[in-house]
């Protein structure tokens, strides 16, 4: 075995994990997982899941794994050697598990080298102008539900409509079809929670059928059509790479164009409507932000240490190891735990106090060979949305705090946030 990493490791109690997994998906726990990450790393860096497999609480705990080239994602191979091949071979999980982040070298390292970088400071400074526009005219949109009814849903107007009309745009999708694609994103999701239940994966299956028949029309009528936008770029490179199997080709342009688009939606309509949260719910906060505009990244990083819009992600030990002093066995799945990792004290000072200015550090777009595509994307996003509701709305305030999909774990979904002037 090799060592990696001088960490605590533990023993754990198998009900008190079960009992706060019971309170994460709580709408208590939702509304406020601080104290459940908290007493989860009081039980260890490396916490025994229920099911088997391990939880990983602590920072660097969770930074190894992720940078650490003996830990691979759950791809087909691993999938195959599980017990349990019913819950492997439900449509959503087949899906997902082509897409770049279930892909492991060579495949992955093959698929990134082709794609290089799409999101480049060059491309996102085209799309700059652009992304400001959309979120112009969705504050538009805020601005007149504001008057009309005194209060409005800051994720419904806002928050999940500018990541698809950005993308959505980037990709020359219709607007008409944008209502369909949220639909079904959030359905399709249950299917990568820790243990989703029959019905959840019965969900999940349908919305993956709905998804594949939308992806598929619209790379086909872009082959019969094609434009000036991404989408026909990436035709011609996957064509032009197999040049006779266009079967190949299209299952590679279906994957990247699929994945791309909904992994853009409920996370960075997350990452939005937190910042408002976080920002409006005092008002101090918005002030100070609104005189020290310079501040406006540094607010958006503090909001993606503070409350991540993934809170688990799954590695496999590619062999034998140890992990803060915890034995792992080749094929163990441990489950990072972005939250409870910027929550360390260890790593960041009074984790539990939201601080503009803290500098700190989180986890939460990844790391290693399998960092977050769009994750600069995402930023531009929230960069350019933030001073524009600074700016226009300097009395924006929430009705209440915001609603979340308590059904979820893996994927952090807040459902609505009412906000008013």
């Not at 990452?271 to 607010?299: G, K, M, Y």
Request: glycine share 6%.
């Amino acid at each position: 075995m090799t060592a990696v990493g001088d960490i605590r490791g533990t023993t754990t109690d198998r009900r008190a994990v079960i009992s706060l997994l019971r309170r994460l998906r709580s709408g208590e726990g939702q509304a406020n997982p601080l104290p459940i990450w908290e007493e989860l790393r009081s039980l260890g860096d490396v916490v025994r899941a229920p099911w088997g497999g391990y939880f990983v609480t602590g920072f660097d705990a969770c930074s190894q794994v992720l940078r650490g080239r003996t830990w691979l994602v759950p791809d087909f191979a691993w999938q195959e050697r599980q017990p349990d091949m019913e819950r492997w071979q439900a449509p959503a999980t087949q899906e997902m598990t082509r897409t770049l982040p279930r892909l492991n070298a060579p495949t992955h390292t093959c698929q990134r080298r082709a794609l290089g970088n799409p999101f480049d400071r060059a491309t996102l400074q085209a799309m700059r102008p652009r992304v400001a526009a959309l979120a112009s005219g969705l504050l538009d949109d805020l601005e007149d539900r504001l008057r009309a009814d005194g209060e409005a849903d800051f994720v419904h107007t806002v928050a999940e409509q500018l990541p698809m009309h950005t993308v959505g745009d980037w990709l020359g999708i219709a607007p008409e079809h944008f209502a369909h694609i949220l639909d079904f994103t959030h359905r399709q999701v249950y299917a990568q929670e820790l243990l989703p239940t029959k019905s959840e994966l019965a969900v999940s299956a349908q919305a993956t059928l709905e998804m594949r028949a939308f992806f598929t029309e619209l790379i086909g009528q872009r082959r019969a059509r094609p434009g000036n936008d991404v989408l026909t770029g990436w035709i011609h490179h996957w064509d032009a790479r197999y040049p006779d199997d266009r079967a190949t080709a299209d299952q590679v342009i279906y994957d990247l164009t699929m994945f791309i688009t909904i992994a853009s939606l409920e996370t960075t309509a997350v990452l939005l409507a937190n910042a408002v949260w976080f920002l409006t719910q005092e008002p101090s906060r918005a002030a100070w932000l609104r005189r020290h505009p310079e501040h406006i990244d540094d607010a958006i990083e503090e909001t993606l240490r503070y409350d991540p819009p993934v809170h688990v992600n799954s590695r496999i030990a590619a062999d034998d190891t140890v992990l803060a002093g915890v034995p792992i066995a080749k094929d163990t799945t441990v489950h990072v735990l972005y939250g409870s990792a910027a929550h360390d004290p260890r790593r960041n000072e009074q984790p539990h106090v939201f601080d503009i200015r803290r500098n700190g550090s989180h986890l939460t777009f990844g790391g290693g060979a399998h960092y977050c595509l769009g994750a600069a994307l995402a930023r531009l996003e929230a960069r350019e949305l933030l001073g524009q509701v600074l700016e226009r709305f300097p009395t924006l305030r929430p009705v209440a705090p915001p609603e979340y999909d308590t059904s979820r774990v893996v994927f952090r979904r807040i459902a609505s946030l009412k906000v008013t002037t």
